[in-house]
């Protein structure tokens, strides 16, 4: 698998942004690729700032460029030779476009929650997340350092192989194990969610059928993880009903400090690693996120 090759980091000045300064500027390290660091204005705010300061904008835009650079300096990111760069406009248009510009392939952020939810990101980057046409990572104002414990969540779709093979990738940079994850819902479980509306079924879980989805998931990562012979993986299924609160819990049980989802894959009876499940799992993990876009992603639209 092609490692990434240009990286955007986008800087808002917040303290949460500058774990993610030191994330990007490690993976480009490790990539030998290219950085970009790039903050966007507020159009609204660059209107007040020219009526406040009697400037235009080119003047406006430079000011904040001598900003930015001072930020990116001041956060000590060492000899990485990385540019910077401001933009006017929708956030997410801004960085959307940015991607495309430069041809990037990772957009990395720095997400912090609040008091009443530690854990949820903004709006922007869940947006980012959904909709950017590029691998999108998601750093939390605690992440210090290279990742020691990285969980990826398959599905069996072509996009869970290329996140695993990204979780690979990133593990072996960083020194790190992967744990491989598939949630089975049974038709027990699946019952039950259809509020016990199915044929009753045997209250004990089907070992044999357990048995062959873990046969089947170490068949399907064995060929990913000879990639990166030198990483330790583990494959673990769970018999759950809700497969998002069951990663979560795995996350949090294992202490892992990245989560790596394809964000589009092979739906099951209800869901999976697609839409609400995704979603639900990147704005409530404890964690960093890597979301693994698949091929052919479209451009970003609001």
């Known amino acids: 698998m092609k490692t990434y090759s240009y990286l955007i980091a986008a800087v808002d000045f917040t303290?949460?942004?500058?774990?993610?300064?030191?994330?990007?500027?490690?993976?480009?390290?490790?990539?030998?690729?290219?950085?970009?660091?790039v903050h966007v204005m507020d159009e609204f705010l660059v209107h007040e700032l020219k009526r406040s300061l009697s400037a235009d904008q080119a003047t406006?835009?430079?000011e904040w460029q001598t900003r930015l650079r001072k930020f990116v300096d001041d956060t000590d990111l060492g000899t990485h030779d990385a540019a910077v760069e401001v933009r006017i406009g929708?956030?997410?248009?801004?960085?959307?476009?940015?991607?495309?510009?430069?041809?990037?392939?990772?957009?990395?952020?720095?997400?912090?929650?609040?008091?009443?939810?530690?854990?949820?990101?903004?709006?922007?980057?869940?947006?980012?997340?959904?909709?950017?046409?590029?691998?999108?990572?998601?750093?939390?104002?605690?992440a210090i350092g290279p990742f020691k414990q990285v969980a990826t969540c398959v599905d069996f779709s072509?996009?869970?192989?290329?996140?695993?093979?990204?979780?690979?990738?990133?593990?072996?940079?960083?020194?790190?194990?992967?744990?491989?994850?598939?949630?089975?819902?049974?038709?027990?479980?699946?019952?039950?969610?259809?509020?016990?509306?199915?044929?009753?079924?045997?209250?004990?879980?089907?070992?044999?059928t357990l048995d062959q989805w873990q046969d089947d998931l170490k068949s399907f990562v064995k060929p990913l993880s000879a990639e990166a012979p030198g990483v330790s993986v583990k494959t673990t299924v769970i018999e759950r009903l809700n497969i998002r609160e069951t990663i979560l819990e795995h996350v949090?049980?294992?202490?892992?400090?990245?989560v790596v989802l394809g964000t589009r894959g092979k739906t099951g009876l209800r869901e999976m690693l697609i839409g609400t499940t995704a979603e639900k799992i990147v704005v409530n993990a404890p964690c960093s996120i890597l979301a693994v876009k698949p091929d052919g992603m479209p451009k970003g639209t609001d």
């Not at 942004?17 to 690729?33: D, I, K, P, S, Y």
């Not at 949090?252 to 990245?258: K, R, Y």
């Open 15 to 37: 303290p949460s942004c500058r774990n993610a300064l030191h994330q990007a500027v490690r993976l480009a390290t490790a990539n030998q690729a290219r950085l970009t660091i």
């Open 252 to 258: 949090q049980e294992t202490h892992a400090d990245l």
């Open 90 to 142: 929708s956030p997410f248009q801004e960085l959307s476009e940015v991607c495309q510009v430069y041809e990037a392939d990772l957009l990395v952020m720095g997400v912090r929650g609040s008091l009443q939810e530690p854990n949820r990101i903004g709006v922007i980057a869940a947006k980012c997340v959904r909709k950017a046409p590029v691998d999108v990572l998601l750093v939390r104002e605690d």
């Open 60 to 62: 406006v835009r430079a």
């Open 158 to 208: 072509e996009n869970s192989a290329k996140a695993v093979r990204r979780a690979l990738q990133i593990a072996g940079q960083d020194g790190a194990s992967v744990d491989c994850l598939y949630v089975y819902q049974s038709a027990m479980a699946m019952s039950l969610d259809y509020g016990g509306m199915g044929v009753p079924m045997p209250s004990a879980s089907d070992t044999v």
